[in-house]
Structure formats: structure tokens, C-alpha cells
């Protein structure tokens, strides 16, 4: 077969007659047609049925009740009244703020405290950088201010306006406006109406099917058609026996030589080998090498009455500063140390203020 057969559905049932368009299939399914029952050679019409209207009469309202309405003006007499043509009201006057000039003393910087670089502690280790921060007081600067300040504000008075009265004729109410009242009926008027009874329509016959009138049609039309298979003789080669293998024997070749072949495996022998030792010298590291800042006694502050307390405060705690005359001396160092081991503070060649802390002594 070279091609299948088809169903098409054309505008007339002739050969050359146009394909059908999608709308005009749609239309036809839309309004009664079932495409997929029918069959070849079945052609259908379109027909148009216009809306119906009927004529009817109804009462309609041209003019809705109403009420007429007569006034009557209002009654006036001519008096003469005493009136006010002018509130009493009033004006604020200002009064100026009056001023004076007065001293002042005022800090222009207050009393701080800033880090300068020491001349030297009482003594430099090698595991310090050296760098000494002492922390100095620096007095408070005072300064006059001349200012022109306010001695009584701005303020304002109140100065009363009296009323003004002028005599003046007025036209005085002496009776009031009045209204009568007649009702209109509603008025009604006859009129002719079209109502439509039914819609326009369209519909779809079997063109054997009489039971619409010719007039009706609206010249659509599709028919079923359909195009027969065509087959066409060919020549093919098949297969009449499908491939397979078979099994050729192919005897072996043979040929005398020597080999080497092995009459025992090989053997593993092990000697033993004592171990050889010397005794050598390490050092390990305990502790990670680091830097710090911390706050000594440097030489700004260091006077020889706070010297005196320190020593006689390590004597007091059972240390031997040597000679209690005020001077840093070799003892007094070593006496510091061991208390700062025995206390568990910072131990180093300066006098830190932790250690001045635990023995009680100011720093400044």
C-alpha cells in the first residue's frame, strides 16, 4: 500500500470541490451535526431562521402624580434698631526683652589623663620589648566668657477696643411666607410595543432531509468524501534461511625444546639485628611565646616616699626588701618577685601595678 485511504470533507461532493474550512465544520458540529457519525458521500445544508416578534399594547406612564404648589409672600414693616457695626475687639503692643552683659568662667578643656612614653623602669628583662606607657594627669584650663544674656524676656500687652453702634432702619418680619398645595393626577398614554417571541437560528440537515424549506439555506454546505487506498507491486528479496556458524577442528602444533623448571621454591631466612640507642638532651616547648601590654610604675611616678611604702609593705608581708631608704635596688627586686610567685600575679623586672594593688600602695 503507498497510501493510506482518507475521509475529507469538502464544500460540494465533485472532485475538484474546495476542502472545508475548521469554522464551517465547527458550525455544523455546534448546531446538530455529529461529524463522527457520518458517512462518505453524506452532504449536509446550513439553514437560517430569523427572530419572530409580535405586536402588543401597553399603558405607559407619561407623566407621574404631582402637587402644585401657590406660596404666599412673607408680611414686612419698617422699625428703626440700634446695631452693632463693630465688635469690641483689641491690639497687642510688644514690649521688648531688655538685656545685660555678665562674666563667666567655664572649663575650655577638663582635667584628663593621657599615655606618654616612660624614660625606663627600674629595670629592662630580654623576653620585654622595652616600650614603657606611663598614664599622666593633665589639670583642667579655664577660660572668661563675656555674654550678653536676657534680663526680662519680650512680652506684650493688651490694649481693649471698644464696640462701635450705629441707628439704623430695618425691615422687620411680621408675618411669615405661607404655601397651598393641589394634587396633579398621573397621565397615562397608549402605546404599540414589538416583543420578540424567539431568536435567530441556525441549522444543519442531511440534504435528503425536506423538512426545512429551500429559502432557508444559506448556500454552506459540506460533504464527506473519501480518497481509496492506493497499493503498488514490489519486488523484495527475504530471507529464506537465516545465518548461522558451524565448528571447523584445526589440530594443535607440537615442538620439542628445553625449559628451565623449578625443583624447590624460594625460602626467606631472617637474621636478627639488635637495636642501637644513645642517650641525648630535648627541650620541649611548654609554653607558646606571646606579647602584652601591662601597666607599670614607670619613672614619672616612681618618688622615693612611694618606693619607701612599697618596701615597707613587702616587709610587712614577709619579704626582705633590703635597706627601707626609698631606692630600687637588687634585694628589693628579688623580694618583689617572690611575692609576685607567691601571689600568682605577673612576674617581671618591673613594678607592675597588679603587685602595687596586692600590697596596698597607690599608684599615683
Known amino acids: 500500500m503507498v497510501r493510506e485511504a482518507q475521509r475529507v470533507w469538502k464544500t460540494d461532493i465533485g472532485k475538484n470541490a474546495a476542502p472545508a474550512s475548521d469554522e464551517l465544520l465547527a458550525a455544523a458540529a455546534k448546531h446538530g451535526i455529529n461529524l463522527d457519525a457520518a458517512k462518505p458521500g453524506m452532504c449536509f445544508h446550513e439553514h437560517y431562521h430569523p427572530a419572530e416578534y409580535t405586536t402588543e399594547t401597553k399603558q405607559v406612564l407619561v407623566s407621574d402624580a404631582d402637587a402644585a404648589l401657590a406660596v404666599n409672600e412673607a408680611k414686612y414693616r419698617w422699625v428703626e434698631k440700634r446695631v452693632m457695626v463693630k465688635e469690641p475687639s483689641f491690639r497687642m503692643e ?30 629592662k628583662i630580654d623576653e620585654a620589648t622595652g616600650e614603657i606607657m606611663c598614664l599622666v594627669e593633665v589639670p583642667a584650663t ?33 408675618a411669615d411666607a405661607s404655601e397651598s398645595k393641589r394634587e396633579i393626577p398621573a397621565t397615562y398614554k397608549t402605546v404599540e410595543i ?137 634585694e628589693t627586686i628579688a623580694a618583689v618577685n617572690a611575692f609576685q610567685k607567691a601571689k600568682g600575679l605577673p612576674v617581671d623586672r618591673y613594678l607592675n601595678i597588679q603587685t602595687l594593688d596586692a600590697l596596698g600602695v597607690a599608684a599615683k
Open 94 to 123: 510688644e514690649v521688648p526683652a531688655q538685656y545685660e552683659w555678665v562674666e563667666e568662667k567655664v572649663v575650655d578643656e577638663p582635667a584628663h589623663t593621657i599615655w606618654k612614653k616612660g624614660e625606663g623602669p627600674i629595670q
Open 142 to 174: 579655664y577660660k572668661t566668657l563675656r555674654k550678653r544674656v536676657e534680663k526680662s524676656a519680650a512680652t506684650t500687652r493688651r490694649i481693649e477696643i471698644p464696640a462701635e453702634y450705629e441707628t439704623v432702619k430695618v425691615r422687620e418680619l411680621v
Open 194 to 330: 414589538t416583543k420578540k417571541i424567539s431568536d435567530n437560528e441556525f441549522l444543519w440537515h442531511e440534504v435528503h432531509d425536506m423538512s426545512e424549506s429551500r429559502q432557508t439555506r444559506t448556500g454552506n454546505k459540506i460533504c464527506l468524501t473519501e480518497i481509496p487506498a492506493e497499493y503498488k507491486t514490489v519486488t523484495r528479496k527475504v530471507v529464506k534461511t537465516p545465518a548461522t556458524t558451524r565448528k571447523v577442528e584445526i589440530p594443535a602444533e607440537t615442538k620439542t625444546m628445553k625449559v628451565r623448571k623449578m625443583m624447590s621454591e624460594p625460602q626467606e631466612k631472617r637474621i636478627a639485628i639488635p637495636a642501637e640507642y644513645k642517650t641525648i638532651t630535648e627541650r620541649q616547648l611548654e609554653k607558646e611565646g606571646f606579647m602584652e601590654w601591662r601597666s607599670i610604675l614607670c619613672k614619672t611616678n616612681m618618688t622615693d616616699a612611694r618606693i619607701t611604702q612599697i618596701q615597707e609593705a613587702l616587709a610587712r608581708a614577709g619579704y626582705n626588701p633590703g635597706p627601707i631608704d626609698g631606692v630600687v635596688g637588687a
